[in-house]
């Protein structure tokens, strides 16, 4: 494997490696751990449980086998059956012992067997040649035959019995020691394989505190520096990182949404000088039009003011030639002269309107409470003269608004007067005027039951001198509706035609509705509607 395929191993795959590497190495110890344990359990089996019992069984041996020979004597001398028994316990003895000796012995332990098996030769030959003839000489022959028998034997077979002891024993100590020493070497490997695995275990911490701290905290440190200063302006700086992959992924990808930034933060910088551009030539088309705007009011203003003399003349004079010459001249004189009356009467009509249109928002007197019900009964007294005695005008209870109440008596006196002016021949005028709350708003209606406009001209209706029917048929000039709308938009509301009315014409207007009034509210308290027909 090469060291350029390791390095591109991400860190969640040299973690795992590593944790791979240590857990095969510490199960191996595991393994060879347990293995040792068992030796060790087996060999302090061997000291404890076998070669300690043998060698107490052997010393014990030796002692039976020296009860024996004081028995024998003992016997030899009084010949009293009683100090026979030493012999006879320790016969009993030897049988247990040597039993309890090859119960401990394994197949492998040949030498102590064949000293075992040596060891019960040479007791069972100083048995026959010397303790049971001493035996039988005194019980038949008196103590002193036994006596002389006795000595008259040789030592040698009972050394020799007490060598093979001694042997067996050795051998048995040597088994013992050899079984201890490899307890204790046992021991020490078990301490070196805790150590190792302790060394492994601290290795593998560190090196995997040196990987986090190379792959993920030094990167992770140097990667954040580098977005705090992207954070701060310095949007041309390149992200990228030394560390894990995984690192330097996250840091092509920070890059990548840095270099998107950038883009489209250059972007909204022209686009902001752009607007900025844009904006200076609109604040300055903006002054030239107030200024514009303010001189057109002003000469429309001085215009209405300086035309009214001059005009008052001229229908002064053509009124008093048709007073004082009506009849003396011909008849065309007289229709020139009722012309030249007409036209400036027109005129005058026009110049007040216009003087009307151009007062709208420039003289105020300033907004106050305005209750909708007490305006629409002063419009109703206003037009009674207009609308006869067949008219029928009606409201229910409109709300109390904020705005100028001389502009809203305007307003629904060109509204209503509209309503009556372009009645149906032959048909009573019914006109009538509702409201409801919508949000912060107030939605009124004007609904008659007149000729109606059509669709094709909701737009112009509101245009100023925009005239729909020639002069002759209604009089007028033009400019009623174009005044509502100013009223309306002035006090910060909006007109429109309902044209899903199938007779007669339905205006709708709004009217913000009074701060502090109540949010549940939906009309103001209904009052009982009033039906007027003018005498």
């Known amino acids: 494997m090469s060291v350029l395929s390791v390095r591109s191993w991400t860190l969640r795959r040299r973690i795992v490696a590593l944790c791979i590497t240590v857990g095969v190495v510490l199960s191996a110890l595991g393994v060879f751990a347990a293995i040792t344990a ?18 107490a069984a052997g010393e014990a041996l030796n002692t039976a086998y020296v009860d024996q020979e004081t028995g024998i004597r003992g016997f030899a001398i009084t ?129 995997l505190l040196l990987l986090l701290d190379r792959m993920v905290s030094r990167p992770v440190t140097e990667l954040a520096e580098q977005v705090r200063e992207v954070a701060g302006g310095d949007y041309d700086k390149r992200i990228s990182s030394t560390g894990s992959p995984e690192l330097a992924a996250l840091a092509g990808d920070v890059d990548g949404m840095r270099r998107k930034i950038a883009t489209e933060l250059a972007e ?17 088309q903006a002054e030239e039009l107030t200024r514009s705007n303010r001189d057109l009011e002003q000469f429309a203003y001085v215009a209405s003011h300086d035309l009214q003399e001059p005009l008052r003349k001229v229908a002064s004079f053509c009124q008093l030639l048709q007073r004082r010459y009506s009849g003396q ?3 065309r004189a007289d229709q020139y002269i009722g012309f030249a009356v007409d036209g400036a009467q027109r005129m005058q ?75 149906r021949p032959d048909v009573a005028p019914v006109i009538r005027v509702s409201a409801e709350r919508e949000d912060s708003e107030w939605r009124i209606n004007v609904r008659d039951n007149g000729i109606g406009i059509e669709a094709e001209f909701a737009d112009k209706v509101f245009v100023i001198f925009q005239r729909l029917h020639a002069r002759d048929a209604y009089e007028g000039t033009g400019i009623g509706l174009a005044i509502v709308k100013k009223i309306v938009e002035y006090h910060g509301g909006r007109i429109w035609l309902d044209l899903d009315v199938e007779d007669g014409t339905s205006v709708w207007f709004t009217l913000p509705v009074l701060p502090g009034a109540p949010g549940d509210e939906t009309v103001a308290p209904a009052q009982e509607a009033r039906k007027e027909v003018t005498a």
Not at 268 to 284: T, Y
């Open 38 to 55: 068992a030796e060790n359990n087996r060999q302090l089996d061997d000291v404890l449980n076998r070669a300690s019992p043998m060698r």
């Open 349 to 423: 009509r026009l110049i007040n309107d216009l003087l009307a249109f151009s007062r709208i928002g420039r003289l105020t007197a300033g907004f106050t409470e305005v209750d909708l019900n007490g305006v629409l009964a002063e419009v109703r007294s206003q037009l009674e003269a207009r609308a006869g005695e067949d008219a029928e005008i009606s409201w229910a209870g409109l709300p109390v608004v904020e705005g100028e109440e001389p502009l809203l008596t305007t307003l629904f006196v060109n509204l209503i007067g509209n309503s009556l002016k372009f009645r």
């Open 79 to 207: 010949g009293d059956e009683a100090n026979l028994r030493p012999y006879t316990q320790g016969l009993a003895d030897e049988q247990r012992l040597v039993n309890r000796l090859e119960e401990l012995l394994h197949p492998e332990d040949t030498g102590i067997r064949a000293e075992l098996a040596e060891v019960r030769a040479r007791a069972t030959d100083w048995r026959r040649e010397v303790a049971e003839p001493v035996i039988a000489v005194v019980k038949a022959e008196g103590t002193q035959a036994g006596q002389d028998r006795l000595k008259a034997t040789s030592t040698e077979q009972f050394d020799a019995l007490r060598v093979a002891i001694a042997d067996m024993q050795d051998d048995i100590q040597v088994l013992r020691t050899r079984s201890a020493d490899a307890a204790k070497q046992s021991s020490r490997t078990m301490v070196a394989i805790q150590i190792s695995a302790a060394a492994i275990i601290i290795l593998a911490g560190s090196a």
């Open 329 to 331: 001249l011909d008849e």
């Open 268 to 284: 909204v910088r022209e686009a902001r000088s752009q607007i900025e551009w844009v904006n200076d030539q609109l604040k300055v």
